[in-house]
């Protein structure tokens, strides 16, 4: 299924260019693109939401605890 989004101009010749070079659809560049965004979107969200941890002493104090008891867990023991 397909459907019309409205592009400026500018954006539309850059993915016709894109286009052009790569080889490939339109549609395929925009799902490329969107997916990109989304990674960004939520590895922004991620190192937004670790920053406010580590403001909070006691939360981050928690994570550094919790990562240390996970750590020895991990630990090779087929030796």
Known sequence: MST?????EATRDRFAE???VTGRPMTELLDEAADALERRVF???L???YAELRRDADAWEEIETERAEEAGSLAD???
């Open 4 to 8: 019309t989004i409205r592009v400026s």
């Open 18 to 20: 894109l286009a052009k």
């Open 43 to 45: 590895f922004d969200r």
């Open 47 to 49: 190192a937004s939401r």
């Open 77 to 79: 023991r087929s030796g």
